[in-house]
Nanobody, 125 residues
Framework: QVQLAESGGGLVQPGGSLRLSCAAS????????MAWFRQAPGKEREFVAVIYWSGGTYYTDSVQGRFTISRDNAKNTVSLQMNSLLPEDTAVYYC???????????????????WGQGTQVTVSS
């Protein structure tokens, strides 16, 4: 089984930056589609960004131009660089994975079968 662990969350002022990391187990990490989701209190889990086995990426409109997802297959890690943070970015951020997942099904949480425990991001003055 694949195990995921997020880190890097914290408290930051509006306009600030954070970098989240997700460490994954498994020697076939490079074959997995990896994504970031977030969930704020009282809201559904929301898609944020995805990076495919091919290296392609896709972002939800609300973070496009501010967030960057990347992966280092040699280190089995995925990162989310978050710049120009807004209060509405406040949420628990989760790393998710599924082997070989394609674009058409990659924006919905039920498509993923492996999840980390989450890391809290709070954007506030």
């Amino acid at each position: 089984q694949v195990q995921l662990a997020e880190s890097g969350g914290g408290l930051v002022q509006p306009g600030g930056s954070l970098r989240l990391s997700c460490a994954a187990s498994g020697r076939t990490f490079s074959d997995y589609t990896m994504a970031w989701f977030r969930q704020a209190p009282g809201k559904e889990r929301e898609f944020v960004a995805v990076i495919y086995w091919s290296g392609g990426t896709y972002y939800t409109d609300s973070v496009q131009g501010r967030f960057t997802i990347s992966r280092d297959n040699a280190k089995n890690t995925v990162s989310l660089q978050m710049n120009s943070l807004l209060p509405e970015d406040t949420a628990v951020y989760y790393c998710a994975a599924r082997y070989g997942l394609g674009r058409s099904m990659s924006y919905q949480a039920p498509s993923y079968d492996y999840w980390g425990q989450g890391t809290q991001v709070t954007v506030s003055s």
